[in-house]
């Protein structure tokens, strides 16, 4: 009796590959046209780096995966404020790997801010860890909030 086919899209035998395998890209190398600086998380699926866009000179996130699935044909449509907007998609064939670059939003992770709440999680509190935690504390201004609400 013959072993059953593994299925290659599955999500055992993805995250299993992807646990297999070293981080994708080193800092300073360049793919597809991205510049890698610095790694920013990682997924079962994926790495997210923080790069600089060679072509438009501006900062990007990308997010590095093996070449599957339609994420980015199915994100790039929606707009609102709580979705990470994005800019392209790139394959490489030769590589297995498929490139997604979207807007990089500074900031801290989910993770980051949970643990830092501990048992305040009041709303004061929220704000403050989102203050501590982020790279950049200019970059919320909660007088945005107001203008655009008003």
Known sequence: MEAPATNPWSVSTLARETAERPALISIGQTLAGFKIKRHLGQGTFSHVYLAQDEAL???????????RGVEAKRMAPLVHDG???VYSEKNL???????ICMRY???CTLQVLIESLKSDRSGKRLLECVDQASIDQAVFDPALFKERES
């Open 83 to 85: 979705i990470v907007t």
């Open 93 to 99: 064939p030769d590589q297995d790997l498929k490139i």
């Open 57 to 67: 000179e501006r900062e990007v996130a990308i997010k590095v995966s093996y070449n």
């Open 105 to 107: 939003v500074p900031g």
